[in-house]
């Protein structure tokens, strides 16, 4: 009789079993204590439910349902013992509205296979931003989400707002996407870059929207392999590469695709950006293609005197070399005369940029056309290209 009972059951005791080990572990920060009222600080919660799904040998789902969870501070931390952690964040995570001092705000380090799904983060920067423009003496800031040292990490669907500074950071890491992202902060708030990336390979950022009071998206020193593509900016300080060459050191990028973007209202447009420092380095195998500019004040810019506000600059001759840049269906308006600029290093000319099917109107003053300028640079150009090339 038992063992017929047992025959009769074992295939739903298989099932269920075999059910129990595909399925993840889900694990929902409400059961470890975390308030969706927006003022008492969820982050011992939150880092008590990722210690249990990092420390989980299979695939682990953290869940934050709707709501407001402060988080005054927390580091996620790796190494996990698996690499499939999945936080589905329906609610919002506040910052502190005080500043700290902090550098960085919410970090994941060391971590492998990770995905975060239509989080909103709200740092909550403005005091930080009024005490920068009250000239007070006041710290840095925190970058709000910052991804080190880690492997295969996506970020889907999610919003971040008013960091203190930088609101996206990427840093040693490899294979990153962030994909349907939207960034924002006001067009008054100091360094607030949407997307930093330095020290990193094989990172795609696709299909976002960042409107922000610094670059939309910058690429640091040691990016290689990196796309970008179907973005909305502006406002903002445009899409950059660099600033390089700020402090000693080699600086290496290579081989960096920008696709399918619209500018609209930015500073710049599409740029590099090195300071006139002597420090060694190269910028090398760079694509910017089908871009459309809207009243953009630099469309097109290669700047190897970068000093903003040009107080202590450097003033001497960029080491680094910048070579092979093609710069391809890019069309619109740009809101200053010059909206090609081609400014480079006088110790290492620009050589291989490639200007073709460009055409930019200036469309502050009818009477006055667009042009180009450039200065230590070779190169060539095809198809149409307006305003006239200068290479
Ligand atoms: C990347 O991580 C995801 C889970 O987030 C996992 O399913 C996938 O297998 C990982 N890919 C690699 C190449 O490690
Ligand atoms: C802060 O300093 C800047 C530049 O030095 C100046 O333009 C601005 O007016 C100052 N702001 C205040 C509130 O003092
Ligand atoms: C682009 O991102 C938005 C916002 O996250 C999303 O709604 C949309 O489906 C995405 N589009 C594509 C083509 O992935
Ligand atoms: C450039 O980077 C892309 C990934 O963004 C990669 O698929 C491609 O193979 C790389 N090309 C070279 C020449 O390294
Ligand atoms: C960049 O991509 C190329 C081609 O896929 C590959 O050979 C190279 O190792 C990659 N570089 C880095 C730093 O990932
Ligand atoms: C920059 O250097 C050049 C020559 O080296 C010099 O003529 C010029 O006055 C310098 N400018 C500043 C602002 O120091
Ligand atoms: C270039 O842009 C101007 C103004 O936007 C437009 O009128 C003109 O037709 C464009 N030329 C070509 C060849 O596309």
Not at 188 to 193: F, G, L, R, V
């Amino acid at each position: 009789m038992a063992l017929q009972l047992l025959t009769s059951f074992l295939p739903l005791l298989l099932l269920l079993l075999c059910f129990t080990n595909l399925t993840m572990a889900a694990y929902n920060i409400l059961s470890f204590g975390a308030k969706p009222d927006g003022w008492r600080d969820s982050a011992p919660a939150l880092l008590a439910a990722w210690g249990k799904a990092c420390g989980d040998k299979k695939p682990a789902t953290l869940v934050v349902p709707k709501g407001y969870f402060l988080v005054s501070r927390a580091l996620f931390q790796g190494p996990c013992k698996n690499n499939n952690i999945r936080w589905l964040i329906h609610g919002t995570i506040v910052g502190d509205s005080a500043y700290s001092g902090a550098s960085e705000w919410i970090t994941f380090k060391y971590v492998e296979g990770l995905s975060l799904y239509s989080a909103t983060f709200d740092a909550r920067g403005q005091s930080l931003w009024s005490c920068k423009a009250a000239n007070r003496s006041c710290p840095t800031g925190s970058t709000a989400l910052t991804i080190s040292q880690s492997k295969n990490v996506t970020l889907s669907g999610v919003t971040v707002k008013n960091s203190e500074n930088f609101q996206i950071a990427i840093m040693f890491s490899q294979g990153i996407r962030v994909e349907g992202a939207t960034v924002t902060a006001p067009v008054d708030s100091p360094n607030t870059d949407g997307i930093h990336v330095h020290m990193s390979s094989l990172v795609s950022i696709t299909n976002s929207t960042i409107r922000t009071g610094d670059d939309c998206i910058s690429l640091g020193t040691g990016v290689t392999n990196i796309s970008v593509q179907d973005i909305r900016c502006g406002p903002g300080h445009g899409i950059s590469i660099g600033s390089l060459g700020g402090s000693p050191g080699d600086t290496i990028v290579q081989n960096v695709t920008v696709s399918s973007v619209i500018l609209t209202g930015t500073q710049n447009g599409l740029r590099i950006k090195t300071w006139a420092n002597p420090y060694d380095g190269f910028v090398s195998g760079i694509v910017f293609r089908h871009a459309i500019m809207n009243n953009v004040q630099n469309p097109i810019i290669i700047d190897q005197n970068y000093c903003p506000g040009n107080a202590n600059c450097p003033n001497q001759s960029s080491g680094i070399k910048i070579s092979g840049v093609l710069f391809e269906d890019v069309k619109g308006s740009s809101a200053t005369a010059v909206a090609v600029k081609l400014d480079c290093s006088r110790s290492n000319p620009c050589s291989g940029i490639e200007l073709t099917s460009i055409n930019l109107s200036y469309n502050g003053n009818k009477r006055r056309m667009a042009e180009s300028f450039c200065r230590n640079v070779e190169g060539r150009s095809s198809g149409l290209v307006n305003p006239p090339s200068c290479l």
